[in-house]
């Protein structure tokens, strides 16, 4: 009788280090609390929709994909700072060494264990947020989903970049880092704009070199900005096809190859003898 493949062993070790990463994140209190405020977030969005003079439904759609962004976002810097550091602090990864697991499988794995967390916890926000708009009498229209589906590849962008800061700092560093990433990814247009009016060489050069290393996240979130020469105003307006977010997953998926990727290799050459 053969015995199994090694790319199916892999991706063994891998589905159950995902499964033990889904396990580990649920006990995380500070994710409790980031679900409970996402929540309150849809709840606040009802107050304002009240206060708006027939605006009700667009103040409760606009302030609910904001929370659902930005609660997500945060979450996914919170468990991709969290939950691979806490392998190197509590020195599990002495045990892992030890067992016929690489690296990169490790890292691999506590990444999509992350992305089932974060989408679970998308579902959630989510589904909060629909209830609320079903009380507005407002329908889940194809735009709405597609801006959805933008918010939650930004989420998993942002957890391989938490993840790759986890893997050569300490959390409080990393969280620091991502955050300044996710802000600055989320002001690409404005950088670019800098980058083209600056007179000093400096904040040129800065601006141009921010724009290749950090990912453009306003891709996820495109009101405002022009796409194939149109102005994208909002959910409520013009916005993007299912072709803009079909391109948006593809850049995505690469950011994503990238991250991990590296944190794979920063792990592998660290000593944790």
Not at 12 to 28: Q, S
Request: charged fraction near 15%.
């Amino acid at each position: 009788m053969s015995s199994a493949s090694p790319i199916v062993e892999s991706g063994g070790r891998i589905y159950a280090i995902a499964l033990n990463t889904l396990r580990e994140a649920r006990r995380h209190r500070v994710i409790h609390g980031i679900a409970a405020a996402a929540v309150a977030v849809n709840l606040f969005a009802m107050f304002l929709g009240d206060m708006s003079l027939g605006n009700e439904a667009r103040v409760a759609v606009d302030v609910g994909l904001a929370g659902v962004s930005f609660f997500g976002s945060i979450t996914a810097i919170v468990i991709g700072v969290m939950l691979l550091y806490s392998e190197l602090e509590r020195r599990t990864i002495h045990t892992v060494a030890s067992k016929p697991i690489a690296r990169w499988e490790l890292v691999v794995g506590k990444y999509l264990g992350m992305v089932l967390t974060l989408t679970l916890l998308l579902l959630l926000f989510t589904a909060a947020m629909l209830v609320l708009l079903w009380a507005r009498d407002v329908a889940l229209t194809s735009v709405l989903v597609r801006s959805l589906v933008l918010v939650w590849l930004e989420v998993i962008v942002m957890a391989g970049v938490a993840l790759l800061f986890s893997s050569f700092s300490t959390p409080f560093l990393s969280g620091m880092m991502a955050l300044a990433i996710f802000l600055i990814g989320r002001t690409t247009p404005d950088l670019a704009a800098a980058a083209e009016r600056a007179d000093v060489g400096l904040v040129r050069w800065v601006s141009e070199a921010a724009l290749y290393i950090v990912p453009d996240l306003h891709l996820f979130s495109p009101s405002g900005r022009p796409v194939a020469g149109d102005a994208v105003l909002s959910i409520h307006g013009n916005f993007v096809s299912w072709a803009y977010v079909g391109s948006a997953a593809g850049y995505a998926a690469l950011v994503i190859i990238a991250v991990v990727g590296l944190a794979a290799v920063i792990l592998s050459r660290r000593d944790f003898s």
